[in-house]
């Protein structure tokens, strides 16, 4: 029997405009009624996450920077994986050697060592996501998305990495080239102290190497209680792999990438269909 839901964010429970749909919202208050907890399970940071289900009226613990850091309902703090600094600096130099545009998540919010840079790539990334939308438009999303997510800049990374009072725990970083998100990718894996996946196809993201989805999951619902074979676990990229590994009951988006979609052991409709929605109700049939 399923007594836990997790649920990524962008791609799945999130449409393509970023908000949580009506249907979604009452297809997990539906699961609730029934007894079934419901957590969030991102990349996102934690105010950045919550901003975008409150929206919909909807309230929850999150597993949040890939499993870097799990809060409760409340916004407590559980569990942290903070990547060491020293670490924390080589990744970045590699990063930055290779001419990715790179976000630094501390405990204090996101950090940009260039915005205008950043900026500059979102746009880029946007118009080739979405070919039928004008300029103007992708320009104000992009902008709104620093707004919203308070990127602060510090042009030298080295007051964060010599700074003893934040912390660092994720890097997500961006490159339109295959080839260099490959490089680094191999480059980061050598080291076996970070774990390195993706989002989407345009990015990297790097954590402590207990960072991982799956991991605290895991952690989370064991502290309830619960197994993971309890546990419905539903994404559509590749940093949602270990967390689909581990649940009883997986579940891939019909936009899922390939290799997501091989190791669910579900597919459900897309994320501008209300895959989320479908899936509960699927799972709820037989519950």
């Known amino acids: 029997m399923i007594k836990v839901i997790a649920s990524d964010m962008d791609g799945t429970l999130l449409n393509s405009d970023i908000y949580v749909t009506e249907e979604n919202v009452k297809a997990i208050e539906s699961a609730r009624e029934k007894g079934i907890h419901f957590v969030l399970c991102t990349g996102r940071m934690y105010d950045d996450a919550m901003s975008l289900i409150h929206k919909a009226g909807l309230f929850a613990p999150a597993i949040c920077m890939n499993g870097a850091e799990i809060r409760d309902e409340h916004g407590n703090v559980l569990l942290q994986h903070v990547i060491d600094k020293d670490l924390a600096r080589k990744t970045f130099q590699v990063l930055t050697d290779l001419g990715m545009y790179t976000e630094v998540f501390t405990d204090i919010g996101p950090i940009s060592t260039n915005r205008a840079k950043g900026k500059a790539f979102m746009i880029q990334m946007f118009q080739k996501l979405h070919?039928?939308?004008?300029?103007?438009?992708?320009?104000?999303?992009?902008?709104?998305?620093?707004?919203?997510?308070?990127?602060?800049?510090?042009?030298?990374?080295?007051?964060?990495?010599?700074?003893?009072?934040?912390?660092?725990?994720?890097?997500?970083?961006?490159?339109?080239?295959s080839d260099v998100l490959k490089e680094a990718q191999k480059t980061l894996n050598a080291s076996n102290e970070l774990s390195v996946t993706s989002s989407f196809s345009d990015n990297i993201e790097i954590t402590h190497r207990a960072a991982q989805k799956g991991i605290s999951l895991q952690y989370y619902v064991e502290k309830q209680g619960i197994s993971l074979a309890e546990t419905f676990a539903i994404g559509?990229?590749?940093?949602?792999?270990?967390?689909?590994?581990?649940?009883?009951?997986?579940?891939?988006?019909?936009?899922?990438?390939?290799?997501?979609?091989?190791?669910?052991?579900?597919?459900?409709?897309?994320?501008?269909?209300?895959?989320?929605?479908?899936a509960i109700y699927e799972m709820l049939k037989t519950n």
């Open 131 to 177: 070919p039928d939308r004008n300029l103007d438009t992708i320009t104000e999303h992009v902008e709104e998305r620093f707004e919203a997510k308070n990127i602060h800049e510090i042009n030298d990374p080295e007051r964060i990495f010599s700074n003893d009072e934040m912390q660092v725990l994720k890097f997500i970083s961006f490159s339109a080239d």
């Open 236 to 278: 559509d990229n590749m940093n949602d792999i270990s967390m689909l590994k581990m649940a009883g009951y997986s579940v891939a988006m019909g936009n899922a990438e390939t290799a997501v979609k091989k190791l669910a052991k579900f597919t459900t409709t897309t994320n501008d269909e209300n895959g989320v929605a479908k």
